[in-house]
């Protein structure tokens, strides 16, 4: 297109009428000119105030209506499209189910998901995300795939971003809103696993590299749908990305928290997640409790709606749930009255040959440093080890059974990491020792105000996998439990259904009292402690390094592990970051710390933009404070996520 010559746009297509058009213009006709030429041209009585234009070969939306065609750079050949920016998806949410909901194609994601949310009545949408569907390499035909997911549909309402307003939560809560129809509240209502069918026919990662490989799938937040290659009516999972739920409330989070618990109880059943026995065995009996409640609270929902709000705020304030990232710690007290933890405790260094087994010590805990002293009485004298704790990998090997409590150090050293395990004799010790190392590991003292939050926590996780001496089962045997679906189907392969049934029945003992929001916080709450939550792994290649590894990213830090085991081979903390940069053309990632060398990878298999939105996303989540109004500083996002800091 010459300036000021006319010349003829040829290519352009009206995607809404399957027509192709071609329009006489100059290249200094803006963009909104040219749409309102296309649409005087079409004389087709329709509203066109949601259309754009699309152009195909440089994947970009021509948004800047007052740019000209010069401007953009469009020549007389361009393909461009003119088309709806909102367009459906069929979006598969955390619990399974999925929804038809019209999304902004042009919007970044960051902006369509925070829609979404409002849509769907869950705040803090900043933690979630969108991710392709991993495809399961066992199944070779795609057809296959897809019959089986129409199978599983289930063809909600379609949903509007910003047209409803978004529910109140006593509506949500309730269900009893005129959007009835499509209402987002039974998104707050758990639907028990019906058929073992559906577990089994679900793709379950069977190694850290499949757990790796469904990470590859997290869409871009600073791009939109349509420059993604997202096409309209495809399949996206709605998934908490960052685990760091900030300000679970459940007076007014019916359905984050309800998602979050769906989230967490499908991780555990494809077992996405590590967990022992004894933990499966109670994430089993509090599931089975929700089902329960759930099934009940909904056949008698309309008279109790009292009640209900009364749980609601019994469960909170019993609670006083603050999860990680939800409180700024307010250190208690005068800094010279640091609280000190000392006992015999059993250590034993893995790596040393010296130690055969555990050694007694005489232990104290001060600040964030362990110190260690033949007995007691030498306690005076200098120690035999002491050990710093900031910035170490703390990992609980707990058998209740078996009454085994020990606790599994990583600590950092020049050149990776020291392994040292302590050894409890009780659960109270063990409570004591495991917070105050949590609390160490991030550079904070016992003086801290989580601290008891942590103990208490901690204990109450241990006491709902204890199996009581003498079950007095209320309930016969035959109930209703599907063993199938409540547990992962490792332990199925390991055990009878009837044993299996006993033994949940058993757990259930723990947790039948409570009610359901409260059975749904302490899954959660659970889930939490378990060693791997909240870790998300990446295929990398370490400079220096000569074959693959993992990167594990969470919410504070990143961690190089070896693919094979799982191990930590060294961890940085995010706190000690100065700068990261991605280099695009070979798609290494480098970052620079304060104190120690910087370090480079190249991502395997994944977008290297991936990795890089993890850390600055969870850099920018912990910047969120209380205070704050709820709006959120997008630019900021962008910028800490873009990669051109």
Same mark, same amino acid.
């Given at each position: 297109i010459k300036s000021g010559g006319w010349c003829d746009l040829t290519n352009m297509h009206v995607t809404d009428l399957n027509r192709d058009v071609s /329009?006489?213009?100059?290249?200094?006709?803006?963009?909104?000119?040219?749409?309102l030429k296309l649409v005087e041209k079409l004389d087709v009585?329709?509203?066109w105030s949601d259309h754009? /234009?699309? *152009?195909?070969?440089? %994947? !970009? *939306?021509? =948004? %800047? !209506?007052? *740019?000209? /065609? &010069? %401007? #953009?750079?469009?020549?007389? &050949?361009?393909? =461009?499209?003119? !088309? @709806?920016q909102h367009k459906l998806l069929r979006l598969q949410l955390p619990n399974m189910k999925h929804m038809r909901v019209k999304v902004n194609f042009s919007d970044r994601v960051f902006k369509a998901v925070s829609d979404i949310c409002k849509t769907f009545n869950i705040r803090h949408p900043e933690e979630l995300s969108l991710l392709r569907k991993p495809r399961d390499p066992k199944k070779k035909k795609k057809k296959l795939e897809e019959a089986e997911e129409e199978a599983l549909e289930l063809e909600g309402p379609l949903l509007t971003p910003g047209s409803g307003t978004p529910l109140s939560p006593t509506s949500a809560w309730f269900g009893d809103s @005129?959007?009835?129809?499509?209402n987002p509240s039974i998104l707050a209502v758990s639907q028990p696993i019906t058929s073992p069918d559906i577990l089994v026919k679900m793709y379950k990662p069977q190694s850290l590299l499949d757990k790796a490989k469904i990470n590859q799938g997290w869409l871009d937040s600073s791009r939109s749908l349509m420059e993604q290659d997202v096409k309209e009516n495809e399949v996206l999972l709605l998934r908490f990305k960052y685990h760091s739920f900030f300000d679970l409330n459940p007076k007014y989070d019916a359905i984050r928290v309800n998602q /979050? #618990?769906?989230?967490?109880? *499908?991780?555990?059943l494809l077992e996405e997640i590590e967990c022992t026995e004894e933990e499966m065995m109670m994430f089993a009996a509090l599931q089975y409790h929700i089902n329960k409640l759930s099934i009940m609270s909904s056949e008698n929902h309309m008279n109790n709606s009292e009640k209900e709000i009364d749980e609601v705020d019994a469960a909170l304030s019993d609670l006083e749930i603050t999860l990680e990232g939800g409180k700024t710690s307010n250190t208690l007290g005068d800094i010279t009255s640091i609280p000190e933890l000392a006992d015999y405790v059993k250590v034993f260094k893995p790596k040393k040959l010296t130690l055969k087994g555990y050694k007694q010590y005489w232990c104290t805990f001060k600040d964030i440093t362990i110190s260690c002293y033949k007995s007691r009485e030498e306690a005076h004298l200098m120690p035999a080890h002491q050990m710093n704790l900031r910035g170490c990998e703390v990992t609980p090997d707990v058998n209740i059974s078996g009454q085994k409590f020990n606790i599994k150090l990583l600590i950092p050293v020049a050149d990776g990491m020291n392994e040292i395990w302590l050894r409890c004799d009780t659960e109270k010790q063990y409570a004591q020792w495991m917070a105050a190392c949590r609390l160490a590991s991030k550079g904070k003292t016992m003086a801290d105000s989580s601290y008891s939050l942590e103990v208490q926590n901690i204990l109450s996780f241990l006491k709902m996998q204890h199996m009581n001496p003498d079950p007095q089962i209320i309930e016969p045997i035959t109930t209703d439990i599907n063993p199938e679906? =409540?547990?992962? @189907?490792? #332990? =199925?392969? %390991?055990y009878k259904n009837k044993q299996i049934s006993a033994r949940i029945l058993e757990a259930h003992q723990n947790v039948a009292q409570m009610s359901l929001i409260e059975a749904k916080m302490r899954f959660i709450q659970a889930w939490q402690s378990l060693p791997e939550f909240g870790m998300t792994h990446f295929l990398a290649k370490f400079q220096g390094g000569k074959k693959d590894e993992l990167i594990g990213i969470t919410y504070n830090r990143l961690i190089r592990m070896d693919a094979g085991t799982g191990d930590a081979i060294k961890t940085w903390r995010f706190s000690n970051m100065k700068q990261w940069n991605v280099n695009w053309e070979i798609k290494m990632v480098t970052v620079e710390f304060a104190d120690e060398p910087s370090l480079a990878f190249i991502c395997a298999e994944v977008d290297c933009k991936v990795v890089h939105e993890f850390i600055g996303g969870y850099i920018f989540l912990s910047t969120r404070a209380k205070d704050q109004n709820e709006s959120l500083d997008e630019e900021m996002f962008y910028k800490l996520t873009s990669g051109w800091i």
């Open positions: /329009l006489r213009v100059t290249g200094e006709i803006h963009i909104g000119g040219v749409m009585k329709k509203d754009a /234009l699309w *152009w195909e070969k440089k %994947k !970009t *939306w021509l =948004l %800047k !209506t007052h *740019w000209t /065609l &010069d %401007k #953009y750079g469009i020549q007389a &050949d361009a393909r =461009l499209l003119f !088309t @709806p @005129p959007l009835s129809e499509g /979050l #618990y769906e989230q967490a109880k *499908w991780a555990i679906c =409540l547990v992962s @189907p490792r #332990y =199925l392969k %390991k």
